[in-house]
């Protein structure tokens, strides 16, 4: 099977597409359209400051290491 990315234009085209999807030739999957998000936003807060603080301990501690 072959994934496309096809961007609508016209509420008929998506119709057609549905169409498709009922005869079972064509499944249409949901895409975020929105992927200008930087990924510092998408995962802004999702750490504890606890894990934040080790990770940048380990970071610092690479960093010197190859200094």
Partial sequence: ME???VQITNNKAL???QELENLH???LLKRNAD???????KY????SAATVEKLQQHLQQS???WG
């Fill in 3 to 5: 994934t496309i990315v």
């Fill in 15 to 17: 119709k057609l597409l």
């Fill in 25 to 27: 030739l064509i499944k």
């Fill in 35 to 41: 992927t200008s998000q930087k990924l510092s936003e």
């Fill in 44 to 47: 802004a807060g999702k750490l």
């Fill in 63 to 65: 960093r010197n290491e």
